[in-house]
Each structure stands twice: as C-alpha cells, then as structure tokens.
C-alpha cells in the first residue's frame, strides 16, 4: 500500500520538475525515469549565478573528486534562488551502508546492510521502498554537510573576504555563513503527509497510531516519541483506575482497598483521601514505575529491530558539522578529520559546565527562598498597614517570582547551549546528550524546588495536595488550550485561504512556499513536558491519586494535538537514525529511583503512619530508621526487578546475536574468499 | 628469554616420550620434530586395551569423522593405564579463532586472530611462542570435551549397561561416568615451573610480581587473581598510613589530621581514637573504595588487551560440558546442540534457587539470634548458680553456634552447587556467576551479620570495635600460620624425600607422579577471603582505622604463600582465558555501595556528632534526616566519580575501536573479494 502512494507521489511531483533539467547520472543502475525531490537549498536572493552553478556543480561532482555525489535541479532557470536535490541509487545504498542500517535480507531476516552484498536485500531496485522517505533526506543531508574543501579555494561569485575555503573546511557551513545558503531543508510530500494525517490525527488514532508510516515518513525520532507517548497512554490505564477508586469509593465493588479508603476517608475527613489509599498508591506508584520503564525498554528494542536501527554505527561516523579542532588523522579510522582531545572536553565539562550548571541551580534556590521571605515580609506589612497600597503588594512576590524565573530560564536555556557547543562534542548524540542533561537538570530543579521544600521542609501534606491538583489543572486547560484550540483557529481561519491560493501557483512556487512554515523547534519542550509530569505521578501522587486520570486526559488530547502539529504547522524536519529514546530514556530511569525516596518520605509523613507512631509510643527516631530501612529494600528490589526483566524480548535478541554471530563468521572467513 | 626456555623444556620432556608412538600426522604445517606432551588422561587400571585403542583413534580422528583432531601418545605401550595428549598446528590455530583470541598482527599491534589469516600474525609458525601454555593446554582439554558421539555406538571393552553412548551424547563425561577416565589434568612443565617459581615467590616479588609469566604459564584466572591482589596491596599503603597516623598521632609532624586527632584523643580517652579522625576515617574510605574500584577497571581492561582476552567470543562458544536439554538446533549459531529453554532456568532461579538461599540466610539469623538468647540463659543461670557447670556452661553457646555455622556452611555449600548445576546454565561463565552469586550472600551474611548487628541495632561502637580487632589480629595468625608455616614445612620435611625417589624414576612416571597432587580447588576460597577483609575494611575500618595495616601486613604474607601454594601444592589447573575478574569484580562494586550507608551510619554514631547534637539541642530526628541527605548526596557523588572516570584507558578504547571498526570494514568488503 504504502509503494502505492510512493510511487503515485513521485509521478504527481515530479512531472513539474522538468525532467531534463536534473543531473544526467552515468551509472547504469542510478539511470531511473523520474527523480524523486527529496531536499531544497534555499539560497539568498543576491546570490550570482557562478555560484549557484558552482555549487551544483559540487553537488553533482563524484566524491572523488570531493563532491556529494547527488543529483541537483536548478529549479525554474539557472538565476533562480532554489536548488532542489536528490540522490542516485549508488549513493543511497553506500550511505545505508555507512550508517549500519539493517534491511530485510533476501530470508525474509533482517540484516545489516552491505553494498557489496546488495544484490541479496529485498526491494534493494527501487529505491522508494528500500529506504523510507525521511532515511532517504537524511542520507541527502548527511552527504551535503559532509562537503569538505579539497583544497585553500575562492568561492565563485562571493566577495573576497567572506569567499576563501580554507583547506578541509566545511563547504556547508561556510556558505551559510558567508549568507549564501539561506536554509536546507526536506521536502513534504503532500500526497503521503495527507494520506498519514487521515489515517493518523483525524481519526483520533490514540491507542493505535501508524507508528510505520510515522517512522517511514518522520524518521525514527519522531517515531520513537509517538511510540512512548502511546505506550505510556496504556500503561497510566492502571494508575487511573486506581486513583477513581481511591477517590470515589462506589458502595458495593471495590475490595478490600475501597473498604480501607473508606474507613479512611471516616477517619480523615479534611484530607479527602484515606490513609491506607495513601499507602495502597505509594507503593503502587514505586511498583509501576519500575514496571513501566523496563517494559518500554523491551518494546523500544523490538520497535528498533522492526525499524532495522539496532545497530547503527555511529561513533565511526564523520565528526558533527559543528565540531572543530586541529586537523589531524583519527587514530581509529585513520581519516583526516579535526581531532579534540578527550580530557580538554571532559576539563571543560568538569571545571566549567558543572559548576555554572550549579550556580544557576543555586539561583533557582535563591530564587525560592527570595520568594518566601518576600512574602513573609509584604504579609507583615499588609497586617501591620492595611491599606490598599499593600494589598496590591501582596501579589507582588508571586509576580517578581515568576518574572525572575522566567528570565533565569530562558538565560539558562542560552547558556546551557552555549556551554555544550563550547564542550565540542565529536559526536551528534554526545551533543544531544550533554545539552538535554543540562536543560533536564534545571528544568526539575525549577519545577520540583517547591514541591519538594514543602514535601520534605514544610512537611505539609494538604498544602502539597493543593499544589499539585492546581499545577494539574492550570496546565491540563492551558494545554487544552494551546494543543487542541490553536491549531483549530489556525486550521480553519488562517491557512485555509493561503492553501487555495497555493493551488494556482506553479508547484515550484509550492515547494518554495514550505519556507514559509517555520522550522520544526524539535521534541525538546514535549519530552520535557512529559517527563515533569510524570515526575508528578511518580514522586508525589500519593497525596493526590487523580494525578494519572488527569495525566491520562492530557495525554489524549496531546498525541493528536502533537501529531497535527508535525504534520501541518511546521517545515519537515531532518531525522537521523536512531535505535532508542536516548538520554530521555535514562531521565525517565533517574525519576524511577528519587521516586522510591519520595513515596517512603510521604508515606512516612501520612496521618496514619503519624497516628501509629502516637499510640504505639514508637519514637520518630525510629520510625525513621525504619523508613530508611524500607527505602534501601525497595531499592535492591526495583535493582532485582530491573534485572529481572530482560531488556530485551528473546526473539530480539536472538536475532541479534543471529546477526552478530554471522558477521563474526563471515570475518573469518573472509580472507579465504579471496 | 621465555621462549629459550620453551624449546628447552620441549626437548627434556620429549625425550623421554617415545617420539614414534605420537600420532602421525599429515597436514603438513602440523609435521614437527617435537611434540610437547600437554595433558595426562589417567585410565582405571582396569581398563581393556581395546577401549584405550578406541579412544585414542577417538582422539586422533580429524573433525569431519567426530574426533578431536589432537594427537595422542599411549605411554609405555597399549596396557598402560594414561594417554598423553598433545595438539598439532592446524587444531591450536583454529581453536585460536573460535576462542576470539587477539594475537600479536605484524604491524605489531593486538588484532583478533583469524585462521585464514594466520600468515601476518607474528610467531604463527612457533606454536609454543604464539600461544601460551594455559592456553594450549585449555584448547586440548576444550576439543577432549566437545567430543560428542556422532551414532548410538557402544564403548569397545565396556560392559553392556555403562557402555552404550546415545547419538550426540558427549564422550568424556560418559567415560568418567563409566569409570573408564578417572582425571584429566594438563601437565606441569618442571622447568619453566621452576623459573617461574625462583622469579616469583623465592625471591617475596609482592610489589612486582612476574604477571606475564604467570599468565603464560596458569592462565588468565590465576593472573588476574595475583594482579588484583598485588594491585590491592599497592592501593593498601594510603589507608594505612592514615590508620597508623590517626592512631599514633606523632609529636610535631602530622599537620591538621594529627592536631585534631591529638585534640580527640584528649577529650576521648576511652575510645582510643578521636573522633575527628573517626570522620576523617569514614570519609576517606569512602572515597577510597570508589576510586580504588575505579582504577582497578582501567588496569583490568588494559590488562585483558595485554593478553588478547578482550574479545572473546564465549557467547558463541560450545556450551558447557554439564548442560543438558533437548537435542535441537540453536537458532543463533545454527549448529545442532542440546536446548534448554531461558524462561525455564529464570523460574528455576525466581521460584526454587532464590527462596532456597533465602532460607539459608534466615538460618543465620535465626543462629545469631540464638547465640544471644543462649548467652543471656546461661549469663542469668550462671549468676544464680555460679558452680563450676555452669561456668563451663557459659562457653557452651559460642560452641554450638560454632557448630551449627560450620554445619550451615556445610551444607549451604552443598546446596549452593547443586541448585547451580540443576539451573542448567548454557555457558561457564553464567555457571559460574550464579554459583558464586549463592555462596558470597551467604558468606557476607555469616561473616557481616554479627558486626552489623552491634553496629546497627546495639549502636555499641566500642564493642564493634574490639569486635572487629580481634577477628582481624586472629585472623592475621590464622592465615600466617596457614600460608608461611605450612608450606615451609611441607616443603622442608615431606616433599623433599619424595622428589628424590622421583628423580630415579621414569619420565613416564614423572608426569604421572603429577597426579598424586591434590587437584587445585580454584580461588574461590582466596576471593572470598579477599572480599570479607576488603569488607572490614570499606564498611568499619572508622572506627577501627589499623585494619588497613593489619590487612596490608596480611597481603604481604599471602601472596608469597598464594604463589608457593600454586606453583608446588596442587596439580597445574586448567585456566579458561577470560577479560576480567567476571563477577568477583561485580561484588567488589556492591560492598563499595554499602560502604557508603554503613560509613555514614558509623558517622551518626560517633561520639563528636552526638556530643554536638546535645549541646546544640537538636533533636536526634532532624539529625538522622541530615545523615540521610548525606548518604545520598555522597551516593551521588560515587556515582558522578564512577560516570568520570572511564573504565578504560584511552589507548586500550583506541585499540579495541580500531578492531572494531576494522572488522566492520572488512565485514563490508568481504563480498567484494570474491
């Protein structure tokens, strides 16, 4: 099916492209009627026409002779600002190679691919079901910002200062900067975007998304979200239930835990929850958590074994666009590329990253301490004075907070970025690692700062419980707000006359018009999004067990609302490979353990526990011992518990080792082949 | 220099075995002058010459007909009661390859060894240079134990019913099930024994002992047993210069640590020891277990790429002689192998293994608590009665207890090895891991659970104190007695007299004489040795800071003893080559974990902190809360130091990336060279 709309997408787009105009590519096997558009060169409008030839000429050229080996489209004329790219059969298949993709091998087994065994991969003819659309940009990408100068060089048609490559400097990165390159970026593919919307956001698909067609058209990071998101959205099915039924106990139905809650809520009428539904959700929350994160990881694994990414080869890969160093021979590669020493970067992350990382944790401290002694002081004021003057001063701590912590953020965000390109990492995922760790950091620090200093100072259940329901609530309608009535407005209001007017346009002019959409920010602020709320679930919502019925509600509104968003209101973005959620996955795993000491804490703190204490006579230095006595067991079981289950189905795994059995057989081998 | 003595040695022993009565081989890379016996199969006496005919044609049979492929040698002549078993060039190389051995390439660097090739690895022609004795030796003993019969046939010359081998069934076992081989042992080399012994412990080499030699001769298990502990001993001199400084605070000398240890000691007399230095103590260890761990990973590993172990292919290897399952063919390698299904061991290990060890672990409790119970009974009764019976009744507790733990052992040991080998795991080294898993919880628990009970319940430092001095300073004669004494007057007034007779005797007899040694018993008994010592050291030394200097005192005696102990005492062992310390390494890491609860509970405890909660009037609560937030802010930093300091080198990562990427290139081209 989804050959079918290939195919009938590229007939659709390429007949407006005049054929002639493309590349005349001299292999036999990259010779193909149409040619697929699959990335556009956005270059500034003053640019001169030597340059433009002389980058297409580069883009065209073989790499031997330091091109990309790619096929280029001037566009309209030769005086035109755009330069739409694609790739020969040859190029995708050795850049397959090169990232340790695996592909359906002619046993119907997945298999890492190789060039020189292509001949044996399913569908390795046709280029449009071998690779998917978003491998095959990447691949485009991947090639451009890997153009390397030869040699020193003018840059035709650019004036002298900003014109001269120096030897082995990057041609991409270069041309941006001297303005010639205005954006690179992937094209939709209008038929198939639709054809995915219908079957994706307009059916409200939330328990089954079209995680293939995802992956094959967004690329595997994206996948990988929706992936979590749904899965994440079954596994909060158990929570949910539990937390309706702690809170609203029906008469008949409901065991043991709603005769508990019942008593409970007797006893404890002010709290509106039991104490043994207090205890009963704490060690639940502790339980699924664990739960939870292992059997993402195995179905993470089957999803990267499905998606042939299990066994990509990034560290040998060609350094990031943005890394620099002195120009020297990679001793395990043995490439010419810039080189950076291990220990500088690790001086740099040791002596400088950590501690401003620290001083702006430091500053959000402050910041919240800032907070209570203004309050403390204008409550004076106000009691001692007031006047109206003061009863407007009263709001004016929360008000200087907010700004305060506003500003600091979005301070934090630019340093924190600053910080890891000034770290020049070699590799994309080190980059991405060392960024998201840092932004991660703050952003609990910022969120949870409060939360904890009344969970673990104030030692005030009920304020906590206020806190978290109204931090629930604000954010679930300002969600709603932002996730399913803006793209509403912006659906039916804005972009409906745009689109008409777009239809009489050449479909150059279309392709252009993907400009105007603004780039996709990436999945940054959704993962952030959701792992603090799943910092609420984990660490606190035993005091206050709806936390996953609300969760649950925004996340069926989100998955929709996300998945619109992709497709109709930003630029397709470039995706690499990728076999997990990478550093997110690790967050999750870090929230897992503080939320055994939270849930022990809080359990320590419950009115029943308290009460117990009281009568029995037990002294809190005790029962503390104990506490921390239980907290260290729960931890060696959640240790047993992750060991437990295998990170990996079985059959992922044998397949694996299938795979690495075979290299390894086929390597010894391979000289007597000779 | 080795190699001198190699080829010395060859000729000596050769000598002696009729060169005609080898095996006669035909490939022509295997045709030598000398063939070097390597491992003694010792017959019953009672065996026919027609089962000893059929076993040695077993022996010598090319792969492709079900045999070995070594070569074997009858000893005297066809009714003698041992084989002597040697390998021939082509079946060394090959298993050389299986092992994922790396070898010396000839641009000198390590690289993976592959048979077909062998001709640019360097001394590929000299067997007795290109692989190590142990290594030689485990291959013949590895293609002895894979030896499987290829049809249901029954042994020549052995009675009807122990007779009958079933199709696939493995030979060896079956003949020592049958009685017909009563041992396989690998033959001690006199010569380089000697050498190596004169290098080693003759002249007390602790600081530098002879690691290559060691490994060349005993294999990796033996080296990387004497290269921890020689590691461990080096790591040793810090701790124990602060004990020694904390305890005899030296007028003038000593700086800050000595003023205030001076000061404590005043203000403290009882204890012994000030209490600035308890904390002193306690932190330091802390932090030294860590950084200890750490560095032993980085010297490990580059150990293993030393030795060319660091890429063994285990996974894939043959499984282990024990294991047993349905005949099938395993969907990884493809070859056709007895099957045991995962899932069915993990139920075993989940719902049989662990309650089993967990009961065993009650037991010791359940022993202790009757120890106290027991004490006081007879204390009170004593007191009442106070006769001469009831004064001899007073140590009657100590001595069951000492009973029934020696009882326990016992049986627990028993249990331990049976429950493991009813696991039924594929690979040795998962064999061995569970194995070792079981005894060392049960050892920590009866070696731990007393000096955890004063310290955590009783919270009686100074008890703990002479607790843990008197187990140390007995332990210390114990273990000089045992390790100095002993083999001095072995070797002095028992061995001396026989190895007279020997020298009179045949060659023949010499090699068999090896047999009237005891077999080694492995390390085991040295590792957990070494891991309860490294306890009282990481988990109590703060109050008790001379243990680092009793322990330190201690390794200077055992690793002379350890080497005399080996190299004269027992039998040669075979040595499977491994990449580390495997799971006694893993144990090291869990004792460093809780090291950080035990140090930062001693600390509550000390007698400075509780003295200043006092004057400051806080409440014994809100101190324990800060003692928590310690032990996780310092589990943290354990954690960020281990994250730091990488687990190898940066020139072993270079290395093993640059294997790794080779083949990966080659992997890609192997298609090409056809």
Not at 38 to 43: A, E, N, R
Not at 215 to 241: K, R, V
Not at 305 to 315: K, M, N, S, V
Not at 378 to 401: K, N, R, T, W
Request: net charge neutral.
């Amino acid at each position: 099916m989804m050959s079918l709309e290939d195919k009938g997408s590229v007939q659709t787009q390429t007949k407006v492209l005049s054929q002639g105009c493309w590349t005349q590519v001299s292999c036999p096997c990259c010779v193909s009627k149409q040619v697929e558009p699959l990335v556009l060169i956005q270059l500034s409008d003053s640019v001169q026409p030597v340059t433009k030839r002389w980058l297409i000429s580069l883009i065209e050229a073989s790499k031997r002779h330091g091109g990309a080996a790619l096929l280029a489209h001037p566009g309209e004329d030769e005086c035109g600002n755009v330069i739409v790219v694609s790739a020969p059969r040859c190029t995708l298949l050795r850049a397959t190679e090169d990232l340790g993709l695996c592909k359906k091998y002619r046993n119907e087994e997945m298999a890492s691919f190789s060039y020189h065994d292509r001949d044996n991969f399913t569908n390795v003819d046709d280029m449009q079901e071998f690779l998917t659309l978003a491998e095959r940009q990447y691949i485009v990408k991947n090639e451009l910002d890997s153009l390397q100068a030869q040699k020193k060089q003018r840059i035709p048609g650019v004036p002298e200062a900003p014109g001269v490559l120096e030897a082995w400097e990057n041609i991409c990165q270069k041309l941006v900067r001297a303005g010639v390159i205005k954006d690179i970026f992937p094209l939709h593919d209008q038929q198939r975007l639709n054809d995915l919307g219908r079957r994706w956001y307009s059916k409200k698909q939330i328990w089954r998304q079209p995680l293939d067609a995802i992956q094959s058209y967004f690329g595997g990071t994206m996948a990988f979200y929706f992936s979590f998101l749904q899965f994440y959205t079954w596994a909060l099915i158990p929570p949910a239930f539990l937390g309706l039924v702690l809170t609203f106990p029906l008469p008949g139905g409901g065991g043991v835990v709603k005769e508990q809650a019942r008593k409970g809520v007797m006893e404890e009428e002010d709290y509106g929850l039991s104490v043994s539904g207090h205890m009963v959700q704490a060690v639940f929350s502790m339980l699924w958590s664990t739960v939870f994160i292992e059997f993402w990881k195995r179905r993470s694994s089957s999803l990267s074994h499905r998606w042939g990414t299990w066994h990509l080869t990034e560290r040998f890969a060609e350094p990031r666009p943005g890394f620099h160093g002195t120009l020297g021979i990679n001793p395990v590669t043995g490439r010419l590329e810039p080189l950076f020493p291990e220990w500088q970067r690790q001086l740099r992350v040791g002596l400088v990253s950590f501690p401003l990382v620290g001083l702006f944790l430091g500053l959000v401290v402050l910041g919240m301490t800032g907070l209570y002694h203004g309050e403390a002081l204008v409550q004076g004021f106000h009691q001692d004075s007031g006047s109206l003057f003061s009863g407007v001063l009263l709001y004016m701590p929360s008000i200087a907070h907010t700004v305060y912590t506003t500003i600091l953020k979005n301070v934090y965000h630019a340093v924190a970025m600053q910080l890891t390109k000034w770290e020049n990492h070699r590799e994309e995922s080190s980059f991405q690692n060392h960024h998201i760790t840092k932004v991660l950091l703050f952003t609990f620090f910022n969120n949870f700062a409060v939360l904890f200093h009344i969970a673990f100072y104030k030692q005030d259940l009920p304020l906590l419980r206020k806190r978290l329901a109204s931090l629930l609530i604000l954010n679930q309608l300002v969600n709603q707000c932002t996730e399913v009535v803006v793209p509403f407005i912006v659906d039916r209001f804005l972009s409906a006359p745009q689109k008409k007017k777009q239809e009489d346009d050449l479909e150059m002019d279309k392709l252009r018009a993907q400009r105007r959409l603004p780039p996709f920010p990436g999945l940054f602020a959704e993962y952030i999004e959701l792992l603090v709320k799943f910092g609420y679930l984990s660490l606190f919502s035993c005091v206050y067990p709806l936390t996953a019925v609300l969760l649950l509600l925004n996340n069926i509104t989100e998955i929709p609302g996300d998945a619109y968003k992709i497709c109709k209101l930003f630029r397709k973005p470039f995706s690499a490979p990728v076999s997990n959620m990478g550093v997110w996955q690790t967050a999750f795993e870090v929230l897992r353990f503080v939320s055994i000491m939270s849930n022990c804490w809080l359990l320590l703190l419950s009115p029943h526990v308290q009460e117990f204490c009281l009568e029995g006579g037990i002294s809190g230095k005790n029962i503390i011992l104990v506490a921390i006595l239980v907290e260290h067991v729960l931890i060696l079981v959640k240790m047993i518990l992750a060991f437990m289950i295998p990170d990996e189905p079985d059959w992922v795994r044998i397949k694996r080792e299938q795979i690495e059995f075979n290299s390894m057989q086929a390597l010894g081998k391979q000289v007597r082949m000779i």
